[in-house]
């Protein structure tokens, strides 16, 4: 876009993201257009609007009518034709007059209107602030990600959104030219491996566990005879884009260059991080001189003096993590570089390729190293106008942690020399493995173009994440991904949102991934017996060994304060682990790995939960004191910050629940199985009793209404004054910061930063959790649900990306239209970095999961009942159709869907007997090979309907 048109109510108040739009707007030399409802103001104020806009139009706005004329008298005076204009707008009556228009590209603001609402007037883009506006993201192809020009204030979030990876390494899609410098961030980072340093903050030691910037393989430097290098400011870019090929994991850049003489180059960079080899990686840059022939030098090289510094908050601590670097010119054109992490002592080599072809002559590769630890071959090549130079540079990146090498220098010289050549090499066996997973994985709609480019970007970057790599590997979910440093790298609860997609589609890494909690139940009984207590106490955030990595503090930009971080309290962490496994054994049936060690997670962290109760004799229920629930923002009362809480309804609920599931197992393991797991970990009958008496005895708070309170005194905190904060700050997803820095607590208010009790409908669904409070004792009427639904979606701030993603899989059963909305919110939460600059540090793994779950689980109503697979489906009027494949019991199943039938078929395998599918109260039996139809009833859109037995169902083979 060439202008910028904007509308704006009668008084204009600019927020800080607003302000810094308009900054980078003129920095680009980009005019802004300002339309403003009103007559003028005083001199003084207009003067101060001429500054800050080449145009302003004062209309008298209301109607689709006035806004129109505005618009064009606008654009009149910004000398560009309409299609070179983008509009941004809040109204959708502003929206539909600037679609009527022809503008290039027409932006919604969501401020006092709903994104449907933006949408149906004709917004190209919605967004819910002017911040989160990129005016260089193309959204025209399902499955290409593509931004045009450069943009400094957005090439983190574009970093971390365009990043490769294979479940073994993830590399950020910053510019091979460029180092670290506050607006590019090269980072590559391999999956499990970490590294502890010590820092001082506030006059005190503090010891840090961190995902470790590996050294940096992309460095590719290009200069014009003696001129200053591409990365010194030599050759000066005229026109940039990048598209991101989902379907095939490549990225490719194309840019125009000139340097000093003005002569031009046209580069073109083609990336990829091999999903068929789990240690390569390859660049391939092709330089074609525009008019001109002469002297040209590259430089190719490998950047081991990378530090930890992709997030502002962790600037006061240490970041230096590798050691001990080498590097040396193994052959002519092969380069090697080993670091050792300080701490951990892992030592990362990168072993590189470096070929150059397409010229008359060219001088022999020079190691150089111009900086310790940066090491570079340096070419000379002679080039020719329109003659493309191509460079290649293959990779391999290998760990002393890895199986199978001798070395880790070793293994990666092995790699590199059985390595297909460059991108062009690698990239057939690398497009046929994503090929393979997209089979499996792919969830097709018939719905809006960018719901669909959205979802297919969220299972690309799970599947860079979690891969079929990561069954070899001991590593847990990283929660930002392989993508940044958010979070430290750290594993969190968010696997309970990732490992149910993984585990209808690749149950092996399911598999692993579980493994890597069970290879550290060790650490977790020490941290239950430090505590005095009996089983397994899991961290809040995991790292390489299992103990427990979350910081005391957290640092407060808002207030420039240190604050406790007392979410260390989030002990709901390992029934996390528990349901994960349980849903996994019921997924695969495989009981030899729950004797083996499911059984033993879920026990262990049943014994924990036991342990942590205390029994009321008098109305014979149990109580847990000192948690903190999903929402954080509760830490305990006020007045009494850090002491944690008690009755949290989410720990309670699904302590009855995994208590019920520990019995059975023991059931389901009956025998020799079970005598051996009962002697192994001394079940006694007392145990089994306590358990027992707990899954039908454990307290649930209510509020007076029959609402589902939060926690024990949770309808006494006083209530917040939402319009005003929404008001004074527009984003108010981090409340806890904001009220620190006025000196207030979110410990006095009923609000939550994310979804808490909704958790339990989110995991259990309405109709088991009302099964599970009755075998607790307390009836619950289906209208007392949805009276909690909407209390705590009126209470909400939505401070983590997994907030949405529960708020729309709950309301897919009581209002799909508004469930839709939220799950496109959900959706976009990555691709707008919705919460404020965040995703530079690494995408929101359970979230981009959570949205592939939502589709299947909420929309198409897919549930798995003991060794049933139900289906429940509630599509919203917007879904049209949806098309995805589940396995379930060694049995691949295709599953469409439309608003008038469901139809499941079974793809042919002999070894995998039938499996029992359940739609409605209809249940039948499914053979591979065979299809089953059912007919749907209609329904009205705004409510949910279920299905009847008697729906008519034709099964053929």
């Known amino acids: 876009m060439d202008t910028i048109l904007a509308n704006a109510p009668g008084q204009l108040r600019f927020s800080a993201s607003a302000a810094d739009l308009l900054t980078r707007l003129r920095t680009g030399g980009v005019p802004v257009a300002l339309m403003i409802a009103g007559s003028p103001g005083s001199p003084s104020e207009e003067a101060a609007l001429a500054q800050d806009f080449e145009v302003v139009v004062r209309s008298s706005r209301g109607s689709e009518g006035p806004a129109a004329t505005a618009l064009r008298a606008a654009a009149s005076k910004l000398d560009a034709s309409a299609a070179r204009i983008a509009v941004v707008d809040t109204a959708p009556f502003g929206v539909a007059a600037a679609r009527e228009g022809g503008f290039g590209l027409v932006v919604g603001i969501t401020r006092a209107s709903t994104r449907a609402d933006l949408e149906a007037a004709g917004a190209d883009l919605v967004l819910d602030d002017v911040g989160e506006l990129d005016l260089g993201v193309l959204r025209t192809d399902p499955w290409v990600l593509a931004y045009e020009g450069f943009d400094a204030a957005h090439e983190g979030h574009r970093e971390a959104l365009t990043t490769l990876g294979n479940g073994y390494q993830g590399?950020?899609?910053?510019?091979?030219?460029?180092?670290?410098?506050?607006?590019?961030?090269?980072?590559?980072?391999?999956?499990?491996?970490?590294?502890?340093?010590?820092?001082?903050?506030?006059?005190?030691?503090?010891?840090?566990?961190?995902?470790?910037?590996?050294?940096?393989?992309?460095?590719?430097?290009?200069?014009?005879?003696?001129?200053?290098?591409?990365?010194?400011?030599?050759?000066?870019?005229?026109?940039?884009?990048?598209?991101?090929?989902?379907?095939?994991?490549?990225?490719?850049?194309?840019?125009?260059?000139?340097?000093?003489?003005?002569?031009?180059?046209?580069?073109?960079?083609?990336?990829?991080?091999?999903?068929?080899?789990?240690?390569?990686?390859?660049?391939?840059?092709?330089?074609?001189?525009?008019?001109?022939?002469g002297r040209m030098e590259v430089r190719s090289g490998i950047d081991a003096t990378v530090r930890n510094r992709n997030v502002a908050e962790y600037a006061g601590l240490a970041d230096r993590h590798l050691g001990e670097v080498t590097g040396r010119q193994v052959e002519p054109d092969v380069l090697l570089v080993e670091a050792v992490t300080t701490t951990s002592r892992i030592t990362i080599a990168t072993a590189a390729r470096t070929t150059v072809t397409g010229v008359g002559r060219s001088k022999e590769h020079r190691l150089e190293s111009v900086v310790e630890g940066r090491y570079a071959h340096r070419l000379e090549v002679d080039v020719r106008s329109g003659v493309p130079l191509r460079i290649d540079k293959t990779v391999a990146v290998v760990s002393s942690r890895d199986p199978a090498v001798a070395t880790a220098g070793s293994g990666a010289l092995a790699e590199l020399a059985r390595a297909p050549a460059g991108v062009s090499g690698l990239l057939p066996g690398h497009a046929a493995a994503w090929e393979r997973l997209w089979q499996q994985f792919h969830v097709t709609l018939d719905a809006d173009r960018e719901t669909h480019l959205v979802l297919n970007l969220h299972q690309f970057h799970l599947l860079q994440s979690v891969s079929p790599h990561t069954a070899e590997l001991d590593a847990g979910?990283?929660?930002?991904?392989?993508?940044?440093?958010?979070?430290?790298?750290?594993?969190?609860?968010?696997?309970?949102?990732?490992?149910?997609?993984?585990?209808?589609?690749?149950?092996?890494?399911?598999?692993?991934?579980?493994?890597?909690?069970?290879?550290?139940?060790?650490?977790?009984?020490?941290?239950?017996?430090?505590?005095?207590?009996?089983?397994?106490?899991?961290?809040?955030?995991?790292?390489?060994?299992?103990?427990?990595?979350?910081?005391?503090?957290?640092?407060?930009?808002?207030?420039?304060?240190?604050?406790?971080?007392?979410?260390?309290?989030?002990?709901?962490?390992?029934?996390?682990?528990?349901?994960?496994?349980?849903?996994?054994?019921?997924?695969?049936?495989?009981?030899?790995?729950?004797?083996?060690?499911?059984?033993?997670?879920?026990?262990?962290?049943?014994?924990?939960?036991?342990?942590?109760?205390?029994?009321?004799?008098?109305?014979?229920?149990?109580?847990?004191?000192?948690?903190?629930?999903?929402?954080?923002?509760?830490?305990?009362?006020?007045?009494?910050?850090?002491?944690?809480?008690?009755?949290?309804?989410?720990?309670?609920?699904?302590?009855?629940?995994?208590?019920?599931?520990?019995?059975d197992a023991l059931e389901i393991l009956g025998g020799h199985d079970c005598d051996d797991l009962r002697e192994r970990l001394g079940v006694g009958p007392a145990e089994e009793h306590r358990w027992e008496h707990m899954s039908r005895r454990m307290a649930v708070p209510f509020h007076i209404d029959g609402v589902i309170s939060q926690f024990d005194g949770y309808e006494q905190l006083a209530e917040l004054d939402w319009n005003r904060y929404r008001d004074t700050y527009g984003n108010i997803g981090r409340l806890d910061l904001i009220l620190e820095a006025e000196g207030d607590s979110t410990n006095r208010y009923q609000l939550a930063k994310q979804a808490d009790v909704l958790m339990l409908v989110y995991l259990l669904g309405g109709d088991q959790l009302r099964d599970l409070l009755g075998r607790l004792g307390y009836a619950m009427e289906p209208t007392a649900l949805v009276r909690t639904v909407d209390f705590y979606l009126a209470r909400t701030a939505h401070g983590s990306t997994l907030s949405r993603v529960v708020h729309a899989s709950v309301l897919a059963g009581i209002d799909p239209k508004r469930a839709w909305g939220t799950f496109r919110d959900a959706l976009v939460a990555d691709l707008d970095?919705?919460?404020?600059?965040?995703?530079?540090?690494?995408?929101?793994?359970?979230?981009?999961?959570?949205?592939v779950d939502i589709v299947m689980r909420s929309f198409a109503g897919l549930h798995i009942r003991g060794d049933v697979l139900a289906f429940d489906p509630c599509p919203p009027p917007e879904l049209r159709r949806v098309r995805f494949q589940a396995r379930f019991r060694g049995q691949r199943i295709d599953v469409d869907l439309d608003h008038g039938q469901l139809r499941v078929s079974a793809h042919p395998c002999a070894s995998a007997p039938p499996v029992r599918i359940r739609v409605g109260g209809a249940e039948l039996s499914l053979r591979g090979g065979e299809t089953i139809d059912v007919d749907l009833p209609a329904r009205a859109d705004s409510t949910r309907a279920a299905i009847p037995g008697g729906a008519a169902t034709t099964i053929t083979g």
């Open 171 to 293: 590399t950020r899609g910053a510019a091979p030219e460029r180092a670290a410098d506050g607006v590019h961030y090269p980072g590559t980072y391999l999956a499990g491996v970490y590294n502890r340093l010590t820092s001082t903050v506030q006059g005190r030691e503090v010891e840090d566990e961190h995902l470790v910037n590996a050294p940096n393989w992309l460095p590719v430097d290009l200069r014009t005879d003696a001129g200053a290098w591409w990365s010194e400011g030599g050759l000066t870019p005229v026109r940039e884009r990048r598209e991101l090929d989902l379907r095939r994991g490549l990225l490719t850049r194309q840019v125009e260059l000139t340097d000093s003489a003005g002569r031009g180059l046209q580069i073109t960079q083609r990336r990829l991080v091999s999903m068929q080899h789990q240690h390569l990686a390859a660049l391939e840059t092709t330089v074609v001189p525009l008019g001109w022939n």
């Open 477 to 663: 979910v990283p929660a930002r991904g392989l993508h940044g440093e958010g979070y430290r790298g750290h594993v969190f609860w968010d696997e309970l949102f990732v490992l149910p997609v993984i585990t209808m589609h690749l149950p092996d890494v399911t598999r692993a991934l579980l493994d890597y909690r069970w290879h550290r139940l060790g650490a977790a009984r020490q941290a239950a017996a430090d505590a005095g207590l009996a089983g397994a106490l899991f961290p809040w955030q995991s790292g390489s060994d299992g103990r427990e990595e979350t910081p005391a503090q957290l640092f407060n930009l808002r207030s420039g304060r240190w604050m406790p971080d007392n979410s260390r309290r989030q002990r709901h962490v390992g029934l996390a682990v528990a349901y994960n496994a349980w849903l996994y054994y019921q997924a695969t049936g495989d009981t030899a790995w729950l004797a083996e060690r499911g059984a033993e997670l879920i026990i262990e962290v049943t014994r924990l939960f036991a342990a942590m109760a205390t029994h009321d004799s008098v109305d014979d229920r149990f109580h847990l004191s000192g948690v903190m629930g999903p929402d954080e923002y509760h830490d305990g009362y006020p007045g009494t910050p850090g002491s944690g809480l008690r009755d949290n309804a989410y720990t309670n609920v699904l302590t009855a629940w995994i208590c019920a599931r520990a019995g």
């Open 833 to 851: 970095d919705t919460q404020g600059g965040t995703t530079k540090e690494g995408v929101h793994l359970g979230a981009m999961a959570g949205t």
